[in-house]
Protein backbone atom coordinates (compact mmCIF):
# COMPACT_ATOMS: atom_id res chain seq x y z
CA UNK A 1 0.00 0.00 0.00
CA UNK A 2 1.41 3.12 -1.18
CA UNK A 3 2.13 5.86 1.65
CA UNK A 4 0.25 9.17 1.27
CA UNK A 5 2.13 12.08 0.71
CA UNK A 6 0.89 15.47 2.76
CA UNK A 7 0.91 18.90 1.62
CA UNK A 8 0.52 21.86 2.93
CA UNK A 9 -3.13 23.24 2.57
CA UNK A 10 -4.05 25.51 -0.52
CA UNK A 11 -4.47 28.39 1.95
CA UNK A 12 -0.51 28.22 3.48
CA UNK A 13 1.00 28.08 -0.11
CA UNK A 14 -1.04 31.35 -1.06
CA UNK A 15 0.04 32.70 2.01
CA UNK A 16 3.60 31.41 1.20
CA UNK A 17 3.43 32.83 -2.25
CA UNK A 18 2.39 36.08 -1.77
CA UNK A 19 4.85 36.45 1.02
CA UNK A 20 7.56 35.56 -1.64
CA UNK A 21 5.85 38.00 -4.37
CA UNK A 22 6.27 40.67 -1.83
CA UNK A 23 9.66 40.11 -0.78
CA UNK A 24 10.99 40.09 -4.71
CA UNK A 25 9.06 42.99 -5.60
CA UNK A 26 10.21 45.20 -2.10
CA UNK A 27 14.06 43.81 -3.48
CA UNK A 28 13.31 45.25 -6.91
CA UNK A 29 11.81 48.48 -5.93
CA UNK A 30 14.96 49.22 -3.82
CA UNK A 31 16.86 48.49 -6.92
CA UNK A 32 14.65 50.33 -9.56
CA UNK A 33 13.34 53.08 -6.92
CA UNK A 34 16.06 53.94 -4.62
CA UNK A 35 18.81 54.14 -6.85
CA UNK A 36 20.13 57.56 -6.69
CA UNK A 37 19.43 57.51 -2.62
CA UNK A 38 21.97 57.82 0.09
CA UNK A 39 20.65 54.90 1.92
CA UNK A 40 20.48 52.89 -1.39
CA UNK A 41 22.98 49.98 -0.32
CA UNK A 42 21.19 49.83 3.39
CA UNK A 43 18.08 49.58 1.77
CA UNK A 44 19.20 46.77 -1.03
CA UNK A 45 20.85 44.60 1.69
CA UNK A 46 18.02 44.38 4.11
CA UNK A 47 15.65 43.41 1.09
CA UNK A 48 17.63 40.86 0.44
CA UNK A 49 18.60 39.54 3.15
CA UNK A 50 14.79 39.14 3.80
CA UNK A 51 14.29 37.44 0.56
CA UNK A 52 16.98 34.92 1.44
CA UNK A 53 15.80 34.58 5.21
CA UNK A 54 12.08 33.42 3.83
CA UNK A 55 13.63 31.40 1.04
CA UNK A 56 15.20 29.50 3.80
CA UNK A 57 12.03 29.23 5.91
CA UNK A 58 10.33 27.89 3.24
CA UNK A 59 12.95 25.47 2.01
CA UNK A 60 12.85 24.19 5.40
CA UNK A 61 8.67 23.85 5.74
CA UNK A 62 9.16 21.80 2.61
CA UNK A 63 11.68 19.62 4.32
CA UNK A 64 9.80 17.91 6.43
CA UNK A 65 5.95 18.75 5.42
CA UNK A 66 4.69 18.22 9.48
CA UNK A 67 2.31 20.24 11.12
CA UNK A 68 4.72 22.07 13.13
CA UNK A 69 6.13 22.99 9.98
CA UNK A 70 3.49 24.88 8.72
CA UNK A 71 2.20 26.75 11.78
CA UNK A 72 6.24 27.94 11.38
CA UNK A 73 5.47 28.73 7.76
CA UNK A 74 2.58 30.66 8.14
CA UNK A 75 3.23 32.15 11.80
CA UNK A 76 6.60 33.84 9.66
CA UNK A 77 4.75 34.41 6.51
CA UNK A 78 2.03 36.79 8.11
CA UNK A 79 5.01 38.54 10.34
CA UNK A 80 7.30 38.63 6.95
CA UNK A 81 3.72 40.58 5.12
CA UNK A 82 2.97 42.98 8.30
CA UNK A 83 7.20 44.34 7.95
CA UNK A 84 7.16 44.57 4.39
CA UNK A 85 3.53 46.39 4.31
CA UNK A 86 4.76 48.86 6.93
CA UNK A 87 8.03 49.26 4.30
CA UNK A 88 5.95 50.08 1.77
CA UNK A 89 3.94 52.56 3.31
CA UNK A 90 6.98 54.22 4.62
CA UNK A 91 8.39 54.21 1.18
CA UNK A 92 5.49 55.68 -0.46
CA UNK A 93 5.05 57.98 2.03
CA UNK A 94 2.38 57.28 3.86
CA UNK A 95 3.77 56.70 7.10
CA UNK A 96 6.54 58.96 7.78
CA UNK A 97 9.81 58.03 10.41
CA UNK A 98 11.52 61.16 12.19
CA UNK A 99 15.29 61.46 10.38
CA UNK A 100 18.65 62.41 11.62
CA UNK A 101 19.71 65.25 9.55
CA UNK A 102 23.37 65.53 9.07
CA UNK A 103 25.82 68.31 7.82
CA UNK A 104 26.45 68.39 4.05
CA UNK A 105 29.41 68.21 2.01
CA UNK A 106 29.61 71.88 0.89
CA UNK A 107 33.37 71.93 -0.68
CA UNK A 108 33.17 73.71 -4.21
CA UNK A 109 29.59 75.16 -3.63
CA UNK A 110 28.08 78.90 -3.84
CA UNK A 111 27.92 80.53 0.13
CA UNK A 112 24.67 81.30 -1.37
CA UNK A 113 23.66 77.65 -1.47
CA UNK A 114 25.78 77.11 1.85
CA UNK A 115 23.29 80.28 3.70
CA UNK A 116 20.41 78.94 2.26
CA UNK A 117 20.54 75.19 3.57
CA UNK A 118 22.02 77.11 6.75
CA UNK A 119 18.67 79.07 7.04
CA UNK A 120 16.40 76.41 6.80
CA UNK A 121 18.08 74.43 8.86
CA UNK A 122 18.17 77.24 12.04
CA UNK A 123 22.17 77.86 11.66
CA UNK A 124 24.10 80.95 11.78
CA UNK A 125 27.05 80.68 8.98
CA UNK A 126 30.52 82.52 10.22
CA UNK A 127 32.16 83.21 6.48
CA UNK A 128 35.68 83.37 6.60
CA UNK A 129 37.78 84.49 3.32
CA UNK A 130 40.85 83.08 2.05
CA UNK A 131 42.89 83.23 -1.27
CA UNK A 132 43.09 79.85 -3.44
CA UNK A 133 44.45 79.15 -7.17
CA UNK A 134 42.79 75.76 -7.46
CA UNK A 135 39.25 76.85 -5.99
CA UNK A 136 37.27 80.07 -7.50
CA UNK A 137 35.78 82.70 -5.38
CA UNK A 138 32.31 82.51 -3.85
CA UNK A 139 32.99 78.63 -3.44
CA UNK A 140 33.38 76.47 -0.28
CA UNK A 141 37.33 75.58 0.80
CA UNK A 142 36.70 73.73 3.76
CA UNK A 143 34.18 73.79 5.94
CA UNK A 144 33.60 73.16 10.55
CA UNK A 145 31.94 70.42 11.26
CA UNK A 146 32.46 68.43 8.83
CA UNK A 147 30.65 66.07 6.81
CA UNK A 148 28.58 64.09 8.05
CA UNK A 149 27.89 65.20 11.93
CA UNK A 150 24.87 64.82 13.45
CA UNK A 151 22.50 68.65 13.32
CA UNK A 152 21.18 67.98 17.08
CA UNK A 153 22.42 70.75 19.06
CA UNK A 154 23.96 72.30 16.59
CA UNK A 155 23.80 76.26 16.19
CA UNK A 156 26.82 77.65 13.91
CA UNK A 157 28.71 76.48 10.89
CA UNK A 158 31.78 78.22 9.85
CA UNK A 159 32.78 77.79 6.22
CA UNK A 160 36.00 79.05 4.54
CA UNK A 161 35.62 80.90 1.16
CA UNK A 162 37.47 81.10 -1.38
CA UNK A 163 38.30 84.56 -2.70
CA UNK A 164 40.13 83.56 -5.72
CA UNK A 165 43.70 84.34 -6.39
CA UNK A 166 46.17 86.37 -4.36
CA UNK A 167 47.17 89.06 -6.42
CA UNK A 168 50.34 89.62 -4.10
CA UNK A 169 51.71 86.45 -4.94
CA UNK A 170 55.49 86.62 -6.02
CA UNK A 171 55.52 84.91 -9.70
CA UNK A 172 58.89 84.14 -11.42
CA UNK A 173 58.67 85.27 -14.86
CA UNK A 174 60.77 83.26 -17.57
CA UNK A 175 62.02 85.57 -21.50
CA UNK A 176 58.89 84.98 -23.37
CA UNK A 177 60.93 86.27 -26.33
CA UNK A 178 60.82 84.22 -29.40
CA UNK A 179 57.79 82.83 -27.78
CA UNK A 180 54.38 82.08 -29.74
CA UNK A 181 51.70 84.59 -28.74
CA UNK A 182 49.36 81.10 -27.45
CA UNK A 183 52.26 80.43 -25.26
CA UNK A 184 52.78 83.32 -23.66
CA UNK A 185 48.78 83.73 -23.15
CA UNK A 186 48.76 79.91 -21.85
CA UNK A 187 51.53 81.36 -19.06
CA UNK A 188 49.73 84.26 -17.97
CA UNK A 189 46.16 82.09 -17.08
CA UNK A 190 48.15 79.41 -15.36
CA UNK A 191 49.81 81.80 -13.06
CA UNK A 192 46.95 84.13 -12.53
CA UNK A 193 49.17 87.32 -14.03
CA UNK A 194 46.16 89.95 -13.89
CA UNK A 195 47.91 92.89 -15.46
CA UNK A 196 49.59 91.97 -18.86
CA UNK A 197 49.13 94.42 -21.48
CA UNK A 198 49.65 93.50 -25.40
CA UNK A 199 51.27 95.91 -27.97
CA UNK A 200 51.34 94.83 -31.49
CA UNK A 201 53.72 96.44 -34.02
CA UNK A 202 54.39 95.04 -37.29
CA UNK A 203 58.25 93.75 -37.67
CA UNK A 204 59.87 90.79 -40.03
CA UNK A 205 59.63 88.69 -37.19
CA UNK A 206 56.99 85.61 -37.79
CA UNK A 207 53.14 86.98 -36.98
CA UNK A 208 52.07 86.60 -33.71
CA UNK A 209 55.94 86.04 -32.30
CA UNK A 210 56.85 87.69 -28.87
CA UNK A 211 59.41 90.60 -29.72
CA UNK A 212 59.72 92.30 -26.56
CA UNK A 213 59.21 91.92 -22.97
CA UNK A 214 58.95 94.71 -20.75
CA UNK A 215 60.14 92.90 -17.40
CA UNK A 216 63.31 90.94 -17.44
CA UNK A 217 63.55 87.61 -15.98
CA UNK A 218 62.28 88.22 -12.53
CA UNK A 219 59.60 87.92 -9.76
CA UNK A 220 56.59 90.10 -9.89
CA UNK A 221 53.42 90.32 -7.94
CA UNK A 222 51.13 88.72 -10.49
CA UNK A 223 48.93 92.22 -10.09
CA UNK A 224 52.49 93.89 -11.60
CA UNK A 225 51.82 95.46 -14.81
CA UNK A 226 53.97 93.77 -17.55
CA UNK A 227 54.08 94.88 -20.98
CA UNK A 228 54.40 92.24 -24.45
CA UNK A 229 54.74 93.38 -27.45
CA UNK A 230 54.02 91.11 -30.46
CA UNK A 231 54.42 91.28 -34.00
CA UNK A 232 52.10 91.36 -36.64
CA UNK A 233 54.36 90.74 -39.55
CA UNK A 234 55.26 92.13 -42.56
CA UNK A 235 52.46 95.30 -43.17
CA UNK A 236 52.13 94.45 -46.63
CA UNK A 237 51.00 90.77 -45.49
CA UNK A 238 46.65 90.22 -45.34
CA UNK A 239 45.24 87.79 -43.02
CA UNK A 240 42.43 86.09 -43.27
CA UNK A 241 40.91 84.49 -40.39
CA UNK A 242 37.01 82.54 -39.58
CA UNK A 243 35.18 84.86 -37.31
CA UNK A 244 34.99 83.48 -34.02
CA UNK A 245 32.01 83.07 -30.89
CA UNK A 246 32.99 85.47 -28.66
CA UNK A 247 29.88 85.93 -27.27
CA UNK A 248 30.09 85.29 -23.15
CA UNK A 249 33.98 85.08 -23.47
CA UNK A 250 35.64 88.62 -21.67
CA UNK A 251 36.19 92.05 -23.67
CA UNK A 252 40.25 90.84 -22.97
CA UNK A 253 39.74 87.55 -24.64
CA UNK A 254 37.88 89.29 -27.82
CA UNK A 255 40.65 92.21 -28.22
CA UNK A 256 43.67 89.97 -28.63
CA UNK A 257 41.03 88.05 -31.20
CA UNK A 258 40.96 91.15 -33.09
CA UNK A 259 44.65 92.71 -32.81
CA UNK A 260 46.35 89.57 -33.54
CA UNK A 261 44.42 89.40 -36.70
CA UNK A 262 44.73 93.07 -37.31
CA UNK A 263 40.90 93.48 -37.27
CA UNK A 264 39.45 96.87 -36.73
CA UNK A 265 36.55 96.68 -34.47
CA UNK A 266 34.28 98.94 -32.33
CA UNK A 267 33.18 98.16 -28.87
CA UNK A 268 29.70 99.38 -27.37
CA UNK A 269 28.63 99.11 -23.76
CA UNK A 270 25.01 98.83 -22.01
CA UNK A 271 24.59 97.02 -18.94
CA UNK A 272 22.49 93.80 -18.34
CA UNK A 273 21.06 92.32 -15.41
CA UNK A 274 22.44 88.86 -14.02
CA UNK A 275 25.92 89.49 -16.27
CA UNK A 276 29.57 90.40 -15.15
CA UNK A 277 31.37 93.07 -16.57
CA UNK A 278 33.16 92.74 -19.40
CA UNK A 279 31.40 89.96 -20.49
CA UNK A 280 30.70 90.31 -24.81
CA UNK A 281 26.59 90.14 -25.11
CA UNK A 282 26.31 90.05 -29.34
CA UNK A 283 28.84 90.60 -32.03
CA UNK A 284 27.81 92.27 -35.59
CA UNK A 285 29.49 89.51 -37.73
CA UNK A 286 29.00 85.62 -36.87
CA UNK A 287 31.16 83.07 -36.54
CA UNK A 288 32.45 81.49 -39.37
CA UNK A 289 32.17 84.08 -41.61
CA UNK A 290 35.48 85.10 -43.45
CA UNK A 291 37.26 87.90 -42.08
CA UNK A 292 40.23 90.07 -43.38
CA UNK A 293 42.52 92.74 -41.72
CA UNK A 294 42.38 94.74 -44.99
CA UNK A 295 38.44 94.88 -44.66
CA UNK A 296 37.39 98.73 -43.72
CA UNK A 297 34.34 98.40 -42.00
CA UNK A 298 34.56 97.59 -38.20
CA UNK A 299 33.71 94.95 -36.41
CA UNK A 300 31.19 95.81 -33.52
CA UNK A 301 30.46 94.16 -30.38
CA UNK A 302 28.73 95.31 -27.31
CA UNK A 303 29.97 94.61 -23.82
CA UNK A 304 28.35 94.44 -20.64
CA UNK A 305 28.61 97.14 -18.19
CA UNK A 306 29.21 96.91 -14.49
CA UNK A 307 25.79 98.88 -13.31
CA UNK A 308 26.64 100.70 -9.97
CA UNK A 309 26.07 98.67 -6.91
CA UNK A 310 23.40 100.61 -5.02
CA UNK A 311 22.93 98.94 -1.39
CA UNK A 312 19.16 98.22 -1.25
CA UNK A 313 16.46 98.02 1.61
CA UNK A 314 17.56 95.12 3.36
CA UNK A 315 15.58 95.11 6.10
CA UNK A 316 12.94 92.63 4.73
CA UNK A 317 15.68 90.69 3.28
CA UNK A 318 16.88 86.97 4.89
CA UNK A 319 20.58 86.05 5.42
CA UNK A 320 20.37 83.72 2.17
CA UNK A 321 18.90 86.59 0.15
CA UNK A 322 21.52 89.29 1.03
CA UNK A 323 24.38 86.68 0.70
CA UNK A 324 23.39 85.93 -3.42
CA UNK A 325 23.13 89.87 -3.54
CA UNK A 326 26.50 90.57 -2.32
CA UNK A 327 27.98 87.56 -4.35
CA UNK A 328 26.20 88.45 -7.42
CA UNK A 329 28.17 91.84 -7.01
CA UNK A 330 31.38 90.80 -5.83
CA UNK A 331 31.03 91.79 -2.59
CA UNK A 332 32.23 90.13 0.82
CA UNK A 333 29.15 90.12 3.66
CA UNK A 334 30.00 89.29 7.10
CA UNK A 335 27.01 87.92 9.52
CA UNK A 336 26.93 88.60 13.07
CA UNK A 337 24.10 87.11 15.72
CA UNK A 338 21.89 89.55 18.72
CA UNK A 339 18.80 88.91 19.91
CA UNK A 340 15.83 91.22 19.21
CA UNK A 341 12.71 91.94 20.72
CA UNK A 342 11.10 93.42 17.97
CA UNK A 343 12.94 92.28 15.10
CA UNK A 344 11.77 88.45 13.72
CA UNK A 345 14.83 85.70 13.89
CA UNK A 346 17.06 85.77 10.69
CA UNK A 347 16.14 89.74 10.00
CA UNK A 348 18.06 92.54 9.49
CA UNK A 349 19.24 94.58 12.90
CA UNK A 350 21.59 96.53 11.56
CA UNK A 351 24.30 96.83 8.86
CA UNK A 352 27.78 98.76 7.95
CA UNK A 353 26.26 99.94 5.12
CA UNK A 354 22.79 102.56 4.36
CA UNK A 355 20.26 102.12 2.00
CA UNK A 356 21.21 103.82 -1.45
CA UNK A 357 25.09 103.73 -0.47
CA UNK A 358 26.93 103.06 -3.83
CA UNK A 359 29.79 100.68 -3.05
CA UNK A 360 32.60 99.09 -5.33
CA UNK A 361 33.62 95.60 -5.89
CA UNK A 362 35.10 93.77 -3.62
CA UNK A 363 33.64 95.92 -0.47
CA UNK A 364 32.85 94.56 2.52
CA UNK A 365 29.29 94.91 4.22
CA UNK A 366 28.74 93.54 8.00
CA UNK A 367 25.14 92.58 8.86
CA UNK A 368 24.24 91.69 12.22
CA UNK A 369 21.09 89.36 12.69
CA UNK A 370 18.59 89.14 14.68
CA UNK A 371 18.30 85.92 16.46
CA UNK A 372 14.63 86.38 17.95
CA UNK A 373 13.39 87.11 21.55
CA UNK A 374 15.72 86.11 24.53
CA UNK A 375 14.35 83.81 26.76
CA UNK A 376 14.63 83.80 30.22
CA UNK A 377 16.37 79.97 30.55
CA UNK A 378 16.20 77.78 33.60
CA UNK A 379 19.06 76.88 35.66
CA UNK A 380 20.57 75.20 38.53
CA UNK A 381 23.78 76.54 39.54
CA UNK A 382 24.55 80.17 39.62
CA UNK A 383 27.77 79.40 37.23
CA UNK A 384 25.24 77.82 34.76
CA UNK A 385 23.64 81.14 34.34
CA UNK A 386 26.74 83.33 34.33
CA UNK A 387 27.89 80.85 31.62
CA UNK A 388 24.88 81.38 29.60
CA UNK A 389 25.03 85.39 30.07
CA UNK A 390 28.06 85.71 28.92
CA UNK A 391 27.96 83.42 25.66
CA UNK A 392 24.31 85.72 24.99
CA UNK A 393 25.46 89.17 26.10
CA UNK A 394 22.70 89.53 28.61
CA UNK A 395 23.25 92.26 31.45
CA UNK A 396 22.94 91.24 34.81
CA UNK A 397 23.63 91.84 38.49
CA UNK A 398 23.88 89.26 41.14
CA UNK A 399 23.14 90.38 44.94
CA UNK A 400 23.55 88.31 48.12
CA UNK A 401 20.61 87.85 51.02
CA UNK A 402 20.88 85.67 53.80
CA UNK A 403 17.74 83.59 54.24
CA UNK A 404 17.22 81.08 56.51
CA UNK A 405 14.33 79.40 54.17
CA UNK A 406 16.58 79.34 51.12
CA UNK A 407 19.91 77.30 50.85
CA UNK A 408 22.91 78.80 50.50
CA UNK A 409 24.27 79.08 46.71
CA UNK A 410 20.29 78.94 45.93
CA UNK A 411 17.93 81.38 44.26
CA UNK A 412 15.87 83.73 46.39
CA UNK A 413 14.24 85.29 43.29
CA UNK A 414 14.59 87.27 40.12
CA UNK A 415 13.85 89.92 37.97
CA UNK A 416 12.68 87.64 35.12
CA UNK A 417 11.21 84.30 35.39
CA UNK A 418 11.84 81.14 33.03
CA UNK A 419 10.54 81.53 29.67
CA UNK A 420 10.22 85.13 29.97
CA UNK A 421 11.36 87.66 27.05
CA UNK A 422 14.36 89.14 27.94
CA UNK A 423 13.62 92.71 26.05
CA UNK A 424 17.03 94.96 24.57
CA UNK A 425 19.04 96.17 27.08
CA UNK A 426 16.98 95.07 30.04
CA UNK A 427 18.94 93.78 32.75
CA UNK A 428 18.41 90.46 34.70
CA UNK A 429 19.07 90.97 38.47
CA UNK A 430 19.43 87.61 40.71
CA UNK A 431 19.09 87.65 44.82
CA UNK A 432 21.14 84.75 45.56
CA UNK A 433 20.96 83.41 49.52
CA UNK A 434 23.76 83.23 51.60
CA UNK A 435 21.85 80.60 53.83
CA UNK A 436 21.43 82.10 57.49
CA UNK A 437 23.00 84.39 59.27
CA UNK A 438 24.36 84.73 62.61
CA UNK A 439 25.72 87.77 64.45
CA UNK A 440 29.05 87.20 66.26
CA UNK A 441 29.05 87.76 70.65
CA UNK A 442 32.02 88.81 72.57
CA UNK A 443 34.22 85.93 73.25
CA UNK A 444 36.52 88.26 75.49
CA UNK A 445 37.86 87.33 78.73
CA UNK A 446 35.73 83.73 78.41
CA UNK A 447 36.79 80.64 79.39
CA UNK A 448 36.99 77.86 76.91
CA UNK A 449 33.99 75.60 77.84
CA UNK A 450 31.75 79.09 77.63
CA UNK A 451 32.93 80.12 74.19
CA UNK A 452 32.05 76.33 72.83
CA UNK A 453 29.02 76.80 74.20
CA UNK A 454 28.71 80.42 72.49
CA UNK A 455 29.45 78.72 69.09
CA UNK A 456 26.66 76.53 69.13
CA UNK A 457 24.17 78.48 70.24
CA UNK A 458 25.14 81.45 67.14
CA UNK A 459 25.91 78.55 64.18
CA UNK A 460 29.86 79.50 64.45
CA UNK A 461 32.34 77.20 63.46
CA UNK A 462 34.99 77.90 66.39
CA UNK A 463 38.79 76.83 66.54
CA UNK A 464 41.03 77.50 68.95
CA UNK A 465 44.33 78.46 69.37
CA UNK A 466 46.58 79.48 72.06
CA UNK A 467 49.69 81.90 73.48
CA UNK A 468 51.30 83.03 76.34
CA UNK A 469 49.60 86.02 78.17
CA UNK A 470 49.39 87.22 81.74
CA UNK A 471 45.57 86.06 81.35
CA UNK A 472 44.45 82.92 83.49
CA UNK A 473 44.84 79.89 81.56
CA UNK A 474 41.71 78.96 79.11
CA UNK A 475 40.67 82.40 79.05
CA UNK A 476 39.58 84.02 75.77
CA UNK A 477 42.29 86.73 74.85
CA UNK A 478 41.17 87.63 71.09
CA UNK A 479 39.02 86.78 68.85
CA UNK A 480 39.52 86.95 64.77
CA UNK A 481 36.07 88.58 64.13
CA UNK A 482 34.83 91.05 65.80
CA UNK A 483 32.00 91.06 68.01
CA UNK A 484 28.72 92.18 66.45
CA UNK A 485 29.26 91.36 63.32
CA UNK A 486 26.46 89.89 60.84
CA UNK A 487 28.25 86.97 59.27
CA UNK A 488 26.66 83.73 57.62
CA UNK A 489 25.69 80.29 59.59
CA UNK A 490 29.03 78.05 59.95
CA UNK A 491 31.49 80.64 59.62
CA UNK A 492 34.62 79.90 60.83
CA UNK A 493 36.64 81.91 63.64
CA UNK A 494 39.77 81.88 65.41
CA UNK A 495 39.46 82.07 69.19
CA UNK A 496 42.85 82.69 70.65
CA UNK A 497 42.85 81.34 74.60
CA UNK A 498 45.56 82.19 77.32
CA UNK A 499 48.10 79.46 78.22
CA UNK A 500 49.38 81.62 80.86
CA UNK A 501 53.21 83.07 81.60
Same mark, same amino acid.
Given at each position: ????????????????? +????? $????????????????????????????? +???????????????????? !????? @????????????? *??????????????????????????? %?????? !????????? @?????????????? =????????????????????? &??????? =????????????????????????? +???????????? *???????????????? $?????????????????????????????????????????????????????????????????????????? *???????????????????????? %??????????????????????????? @????????? =?????????????????????? &????? %???????????????????????????????????????????? *?????????????????? &???? !? $??????? $?????????????????????????? =??????? +???????
Amino acid at each position: MKQKVRMFHLGTIILMS +ITLVS $CIALFIYQIAVSLNQVNFWEGMILSLFLL +IVYLAVIALGMRFLDKKSEI !LVIFV @SILFLIFLFYQFL *IHLGFIKLPTTVIMEDFYGKNITEVVS %WASSHG !LFVEQVYEH @SDEVEAYLILRQDP =PYGTLLKDLKKIKVVVSDGPD &DEVITEI =PDMVGWNLNQALAFIEENFLTNVEF +IYEFSNQPRETI *IKQSVESSEIKRNEKM $CLTVSLGLASEVVETRMEDLVGKSLKEAEIFFQRNRLSYEVFYTYQEGVEEGTVLSQSVDKGFLVRSSDTKKIS *ITVSEKDKITVPDMKNMSASEITN %WATNNKLKVFFEEEYDDSIAKGKMISS @SVSKGEVLK =PEAEIKIVLSKGKLIMISFTTI &DDFRR %WADENGVIYKIDYQFSDKVASGKLISSSHQTGQVIKNQESVRLV *ISQGGNTTVPNFLGKKKI &DVEK !L $CKEHHLS $CEFVSSSSNEEVDTVIKQSMRSGSVV =PSNTSIT +ITLSRGN
